[in-house]
């Protein structure tokens, strides 16, 4: 198979789930909606940037383009774009949804008896360095994949599961509530650090070994046999460590330079608040 025909499945209408299309596209609406002409009806609303919509709705569309477009159909065939997804729902999708979400609509979710409580937990640094991580690399213990992979209800609660770890991980990063933005930059940069670190072992062992882990992915895909399945095991834990190196390396970007700005306000601050003091004491002299 050439690699014209590989991405001519991206062509045929009849790939992309137009069921799961119509309820991204409801929700991109209702989203619009409500940091839109709604938005006065909430209290506190604040006014929504042009960049967190954007961001939301990219990560809206990147979402679809993982379950509803023929990356999905390709995933079950081919565990290089298995890795692929999951990447694009772990990695990428997470804090582009949190970023575009503005505090007034999650604050009334957060405020929820019990859930409240809840939330705290799990965001929490040090719990989300080890409920992510620890999440992702169990469920690619092979035994434990191959298990998931048969049962599609838990395969399901899963993806579920693996979605919450990834919001409760970036949480902490993004900080999407300012009042619950409770560490400092260089620990978000420690943060993001670490997560890197703790998963690297498991893309290693994908990536690394000599034998085929996942009994899905044995055979040569029949529908797209570009690759031995051992090399498509290879390339499916290169892909997941570039695409966590790409989004770590960018967050790491961004939180330096949002730190920045913030250290040159608060220097701005500081310079006029000793300009008035030096100002008073030449009048009273």
């Not at 025909?5 to 909606?33: C, H, P, R, T």
């Not at 992510?132 to 838990?154: L, R, S």
């Not at 899963?158 to 900080?175: D, E, N, T």
Request: aromatic share 16%; proline share 6%.
């Amino acid at each position: 198979m050439s690699s014209q025909e590989f991405f001519q499945v991206f062509l045929y209408w009849s790939n992309w789930d137009y069921k799961l299309n119509l309820v991204f596209l409801a929700v991109g609406m209702l989203y619009i909606w409500l940091t839109g002409p709604f938005r006065h009806r909430f209290k506190d609303a604040e006014s929504v940037s042009g960049w967190k919509k954007i961001s939301f709705l990219i990560g809206l569309i990147l979402y679809y383009f993982a379950l509803g477009s023929p990356l999905n159909l390709m995933a079950h065939e081919l565990f290089s774009m298995h890795m692929l997804q999951m990447s694009f729902l772990y990695f990428v999708v997470p804090p582009l949804l949190l970023l575009g979400m503005p505090a007034y609509l999650l604050r009334p979710v957060v405020s929820i008896k019990g859930l409240q409580s809840v939330i705290r937990f799990f965001t929490k640094p040090l719990i989300t360095l080890f409920f992510f991580n620890g999440a992702m690399t169990f469920y690619h213990v092979p035994v434990v994949f191959d298990t998931i992979m048969k049962e599609p209800v838990w395969h399901y609660v899963s993806h579920g599961l693996l979605l919450f770890a990834a919001l409760c991980m970036w949480w902490p990063i993004v900080a999407p509530l300012p009042d619950w933005d409770r560490i400092k930059p260089i620990h978000k940069l420690g943060l993001i650090f670490a997560d890197g670190f703790l998963l690297t072992p498991a893309c290693a062992m994908i990536t690394f070994t000599d034998s085929v882990l996942f009994k899905d992915y044995m055979d040569m895909s029949q529908m797209f046999p570009i690759m031995s399945p051992i090399h498509d095991q290879q390339l499916g834990g290169v892909i997941m460590k570039i695409m966590q190196e790409i989004v770590y390396i960018t967050a790491i970007g961004l939180v330096f330079l949002k730190w920045i700005r913030q250290e040159r306000v608060k220097d701005e601050a500081e310079l006029r608040e000793w300009q008035q003091q030096n100002n008073m004491k030449l009048k009273e002299s």
